[in-house]
Nanobody, 113 residues
Framework: QVQLVESGGGLVQPGGSLKLSCAAS????????WGWYRQAPGKQRELIAY?????IYTAPVRGRFVISRDNAKMMVHLEMNSLKPENARVYYC?????????WGQGTEVTVSS
């Protein structure tokens, strides 16, 4: 089993920045690609960024968010810059481009003045 724990969310003003972290533990040896997903109420989770050998971003976050990974520590990070109210979501990590692990609790990002 793989356990995923997201952290780093919180309240930030529009235009501000946050850094999210994902700690993975368990049977992660064969996982090649990690991604960050976001979910709005009543919506499916959507993949916004993932990284295997190189980082890949979807258009809504490209140029503003930066995904990185530390294989030795089994961690994945997401630096979020120039945050907008529309970025206020619960963020999750999982394998990508298809999720295969049980979802963690997520970390909530709130963007408000």
């Amino acid at each position: 089993q793989v356990q995923l724990v997201e952290s780093g969310g919180g309240l930030v003003q529009p235009g501000g920045s946050l850094k999210l972290s994902c700690a993975a533990s368990g049977m992660t040896f064969n996982i090649r690609t990690w991604g960050w997903y976001r979910q709005a109420p009543g919506k499916q989770r959507e993949l916004i960024a993932y990284v295997g050998n190189i980082p890949i971003y979807t258009a809504p976050v490209r140029g503003r968010f930066v995904i990185s990974r530390d294989n030795a520590k089994m961690m994945v990070h997401l630096e979020m810059n120039s945050l907008k109210p529309e970025n206020a979501r619960v963020y999750y990590c999982n394998t990508a481009p298809e999720w295969s692990c049980q979802w963690g609790q997520g970390t909530e990002v709130t963007v408000s003045s």
